[in-house]
Nanobody
Framework: QVQLVESGGGLVQAGGSLRLSCAAS????????MGWFRQTPGKEREFVAG????????YYADSVRGRFTISRDNAKNTVAVQMNSLKPEDTAVYYC????????????????WGQGTQVTVSS
């Protein structure tokens, strides 16, 4: 089992940057594909970015490609997403998630979820 704890959320002006981190417990972190999702009230949780077990493959939603960068450090059991050029529409609660299956865009592929961290982008 994996426990995930996100950090790094906050309030930022449009055009600014934030870096979200997710710390994972357990000694098997490298066996999980990792993903970041986000959710706003009344909407479905949506895929933001994903990274393969070894970190060699990354995937992004069209809405964030070119602005967000996902990375992981298996030695430190962490995954992060660097978010640049933030827009008000990026405002959401951001969740990291771990999957025993391959990384994908469907939330149902992920087995473990963090509690989320709020990101608010003001215009």
């Amino acid at each position: 089992q994996v426990q995930l704890v996100e950090s790094g959320g906050g309030l930022v002006q449009a055009g600014g940057s934030l870096r979200l981190s997710c710390a994972a417990s357990g000694r098997t972190f490298s066996t999980y594909a990792m993903g970041w999702f986000r959710q706003t009230p009344g909407k479905e949780r949506e895929f933001v970015a994903g990274i393969s077990r070894g970190g060699s493959n990354t995937y992004y939603a069209d809405s964030v490609r070119g602005r967000f960068t996902i990375s992981r450090d298996n030695a430190k059991n962490t995954v992060a997403v660097q978010m640049n050029s933030l827009k008000p529409e990026d405002t959401a609660v951001y969740y990291c998630a771990a999957a025993t299956a391959r990384v994908g865009e469907l939330g149902s592929r992920y087995d473990y979820w963090g509690q989320g961290t709020q990101v608010t982008v003001s215009s």
